[in-house]
């Protein structure tokens, strides 16, 4: 089973940059298609990005995408998630996600594993 270890949330000003990183372990990472999954307070958690296992095809959610970018580091078992023009609204605790899953198709691909989440906060 892969374990999950998100990291580099943070507190930024309203237009600012983070870089999220996730860490997988405990399994072959290139048989995951992998993604990001966030929960904002009193909210579902929602689909936020995926990436396919070769990193060759990616998906986002209509309220970050051009903003958001998704990419994976098979040689480091990594995957990364740069968010620029960071809005009051992208608070939330993002989490990494995975499934098994060789095909290239990941158009709001659903996720069976997840991380603990590190936190974002965006100040107005």
């Known amino acids: 089973q892969v374990q999950l270890v998100e990291s580099g949330g943070g507190l930024v000003q309203a237009g600012g940059s983070l870089r999220l990183s996730c860490v997988a372990s405990?399994?072959?990472?290139?048989?995951?298609?992998m993604g990001w999954l966030r929960q904002a307070p009193g909210k579902e958690r929602e689909y936020v990005a995926a990436?396919?296992?070769?990193?060759?095809?990616?998906d986002y959610s209509d309220s970050v995408k051009g903003r958001f970018t998704i990419v994976r580091d098979n040689a480091k078992n990594t995957i990364y998630l740069e968010m620029n023009s960071l809005k009051p609204e992208d608070t939330a605790v993002y989490h990494c996600?995975?499934?098994?899953?060789?095909?290239?198709?990941?158009?709001?691909?659903?996720?069976?594993?997840w991380g603990r989440g590190t936190q974002v906060t965006v100040s107005s």
């Open positions: 990436i396919s296992w070769s990193g060759g095809n990616a």
């Open positions: 405990g399994g072959t990472f290139s048989n995951y298609a």
């Open positions: 996600a995975a499934r098994q899953y060789g095909g290239d198709y990941v158009t709001r691909l659903t996720f069976d594993r």
